[in-house]
C-alpha cells in the first residue's frame, strides 16, 4: 500500500503568515493528490484536487503544487478561518490519507 | 441542496453489530460510487468502503474485510453500512462521502455530518 506522510505535525502561526505544508507518497502517485481542512467536529472540506486544481468556492490563497512523490499546500496569507487541521490524500488505486497538519495560533 | 446525512450510530459492545445508513440528496445518487470513511478519535480519516453506483462492485480496507458489508438502495437515494462483530477498535465517526465525477477514483468533495460509533462493554 501507498504510504502519505505528511510534515509537520503541528504549525504554529500568525495571520498573514505564508504557511507551507509538506505531503510525501512512498510511491509516485503522479498528480491523484488532494488536500482537505477540518475543523473540530465538523467533516473534512476539499480544498484542492489533482495537486493544483482548487476546488469551487475556495480561497485563492490556497495552492496546490507537487507530482510524483512530493507535494505542498502553500496558504499565501493565513487567516483566522484557516487554522485547522490539514490533510493530504492519494485517490488513485487506493484511498488513502496522511496523518494530518495542525495549524495553530502562535 | 447536495447533502449527504448519516445516522444509526450509537454505542454498542464488541462482538455485536450495528448498521449505518446515508440518505443523499441534491444529487444524482444512482450514478455516482458512494465511499464510506471513518476518523478514530484523535486520529486521521481512514477510507473504510466503496460501493459502485449500480451496486454491482464494492471494495473494502483489510482492517474490516469480512466483518462490514456496504449497500445501496438507488430507489432510496440510501447508502447502508452493516458492521458486525464489532471491535474497540472500531470506534470512530462514520462519514460517507461521494467522489468527484462519480467515479471511484475521485477526490471526496461531498462529505456528511458523520455518526458517532463507540464500541465498548
Known amino acids: 500500500d501507498i504510504q502519505m506522510t505528511q510534515s509537520p505535525s503541528t504549525l504554529s502561526a500568525s495571520v498573514g503568515d505564508r504557511v507551507t505544508i509538506t505531503c510525501r507518497a512512498s510511491?509516485?502517485?503522479?498528480?491523484?493528490l488532494a488536500w482537505y481542512q477540518q475543523k473540530p467536529g465538523k467533516a473534512p472540506k476539499l480544498l484542492i484536487y489533482?495537486?493544483?486544481s482548487l476546488e469551487s468556492g475556495v480561497p485563492s490563497r490556497f495552492s496546490g503544487s507537487g507530482s510524483g512523490t512530493e507535494f505542498t499546500l502553500t496558504i499565501s496569507s493565513l487567516q483566522p478561518d484557516d487554522f485547522a487541521t490539514y490533510y493530504c490524500?492519494?485517490?488513485?488505486?487506493?484511498?488513502?490519507f496522511g496523518q494530518g497538519t495542525k495549524v495553530e495560533i502562535k | 441542496q447536495v447533502q449527504l446525512v448519516e445516522s444509526g450510530g450509537g454505542v454498542v459492545q464488541p462482538g455485536r453489530s450495528l448498521r449505518l445508513s446515508c440518505a443523499a440528496s441534491?444529487?444524482?445518487?444512482?450514478?455516482?460510487?458512494i465511499h464510506w470513511v471513518r476518523q478514530a478519535p484523535g486520529k486521521g480519516p481512514e477510507w473504510v468502503a466503496v460501493?459502485?453506483?449500480?451496486?454491482?462492485?464494492?471494495y473494502y480496507a483489510g482492517s474490516v474485510q469480512g466483518r462490514f458489508t456496504i449497500s445501496r438502495d438507488n430507489s432510496k437515494n440510501t447508502l447502508y453500512l452493516q458492521m458486525d462483530s464489532l471491535r474497540a477498535e472500531d470506534t470512530a465517526v462514520y462519514y460517507c462521502?461521494?467522489?468527484?465525477?462519480?467515479?471511484?477514483?475521485?477526490?471526496?468533495?461531498?462529505w456528511g455530518q458523520g455518526t458517532m460509533v463507540t464500541v465498548s462493554s
Open positions: 462521502a461521494a467522489p468527484m465525477g462519480g467515479n471511484y477514483f475521485g477526490p471526496f468533495y461531498i
Open positions: 460501493i459502485s453506483y449500480d451496486g454491482n462492485n464494492r
Open positions: 489533482k495537486a493544483s
Open positions: 510511491q509516485s502517485i503522479t498528480n491523484w
Open positions: 490524500q492519494h485517490y488513485n488505486t487506493y484511498w488513502t
Open positions: 441534491g444529487f444524482t445518487f444512482s450514478t455516482s460510487a
